[in-house]
Structures are given as C-alpha cells and as structure tokens.
C-alpha cells in the first residue's frame, strides 16, 4: 500500500510560470513532511519541510501548503526557473513512538522541466 | 567537507555472488538507512538505523542485510544477489534518531546479470 501519492507524474512548464505537485497521505501519525530534489546522477536533496502545525511554509521561491483536514499538502515554485528542472519528492514520516518512526515514505516523484 | 560516501558507485555483477556496498557519513549523525529507486516506484526504505546496533527493516528489506557496528558506517550486504536487485542505491543520514532532514549519499548503480 503506498502511503505518499504524488501528481503529476511530469510537469512542464514555462520559465517564470508556477509549478505545483501535489501529495496526498493517508496516515494521520505523519507530522514532518519533506520535499526533496534530485538533479539527474546526484542524491535526492532536502528542499524544504513542513509540521502540520502550520498551513504554509515558504522559502524563497519554494513554499509548502498543508490542509491537515485533507491530508493533503503541495509544493509550489513560483517563478519556475529552467534551473529548477529535475525529480521532486514529497515524503512523509512520524516523530512518535510505533511502527513509524524512523521511517520515511516517499512519492513516486514529479519530473519538472521548466522551458526557457 | 560533511558527507556521505558510498562505494563503490558502479557494479556490474552476476546473480548469487555475495556483495557490500559501503556507507560512510563524517557528520557524527544518529540515523542512516538505505534507500533503492526504481523508475516509477520512487525511493524505497530497504533498512535503517537509528543508532549503533540497533536495525529495523524498512518497507523492501528482502535479499538484503545490514549492521551498524559503528556510528559512521552502515553497510548493506546482498548476500546472493538477483536481477531484479539490479537498482539505483542511495544511503542517507540523518542528525535526528527520527530520520527528520537526511543527508543523501551520491548513489551506487548495481546491474546484477
């Protein structure tokens, strides 16, 4: 059973355009939800991250939105830059006691390019 | 420089020859774990760590075996492997005993034929 879903599977966008990837969970013990970036040939890249204590988190142009009712959360990157074309993935894990902790699930990922 | 290494990066190898690939982070961190990706499938938890001696199996760890002996090395051993271990591998670490914000290691590309 996956326990991170991810959309799109791709995206393409134009340069100064938004990207959103959305990510939906359906454990209620996740309360840290990262995103990471991964350039072709390189590791995965910690991009950004979010508690459910909070609705939006933003960094630069990266910012979070999280709807705990819908367990739901997104990425959003304003100002799409050909330079941020590479595999996003959002992840979820738990910082309690149990079975989860310790373990990080990740989407299947989203393939941005970002056309110049 | 903190980071974490992996070697060896490339290996092609034949089914049901015993291999390791090493894991090494200078950045004092509790946790580490190994992931593998797939195309379509996302990284996938094979095992982690969340300090010395002590190994929990992540969502994949069939055909594979691990030991955290020391705090900067975590080694993932395939005792005999198969092809459909044939993958991309990454090792990662984390300051936090949780796993919160991991460092990820380059990547070692394993073909098994």
């Known amino acids: 059973q996956q326990q991170v879903k991810q959309s799109p599977q791709s995206l393409i966008v134009q340069k100064g355009g938004i990207s959103i990837i959305n990510c939906a969970y359906e454990?209620?013990?996740?309360?840290?939800f990262p995103w990471y970036q991964q350039f072709p040939g390189k590791g995965p890249a910690l991009l950004i991250a979010?508690?459910?204590?909070?609705s939006e988190k933003k960094e630069g142009r990266f910012t979070i939105s999280f709807n705990k009712s819908a367990k739901q959360f997104s990425l959003h990157i304003m100002d799409s830059q050909p330079g941020d074309s590479a595999t996003y993935f959002c992840?979820?894990?738990?910082?309690?006691?149990?079975?989860?902790?310790?373990?990080?699930?990740f989407g299947r990922g989203t393939q941005l390019t970002v056309w110049p | 420089e903190a980071q974490v290494t992996q070697n060896p990066r490339y290996l092609i190898t034949v089914t049901g020859k015993k291999l390791t690939v090493t894991c090494s982070q200078n950045m004092n961190h509790e946790y580490m774990s190994w992931y593998r990706q797939d195309p379509g499938l996302g990284l996938r938890q094979i095992y982690y760590?969340?300090?010395?001696?002590?190994?929990d199996k992540g969502d994949v760890p069939e055909g594979y075996k691990v030991s955290r002996k020391e705090k900067r090395n975590f080694p993932l051993i395939l005792e005999s492997p198969s092809p459909n271990q044939t993958s991309l591998y990454f090792c990662?670490?984390?300051?936090?005993?949780?796993?919160?914000?991991?460092?990820f290691g380059p990547g070692t590309r394993l073909t098994v034929l």
């Open positions: 454990n209620t013990a996740f309360d840290y």
């Open positions: 979010i508690r459910p204590d909070v």
């Open positions: 990662a670490s984390s300051l936090t005993r949780g796993g919160h914000e991991q460092f």
């Open positions: 992840a979820a894990t738990s910082s309690g006691r149990g079975s989860t902790l310790g373990r990080l699930y």
């Open positions: 760590s969340m300090n010395v001696e002590v190994t």
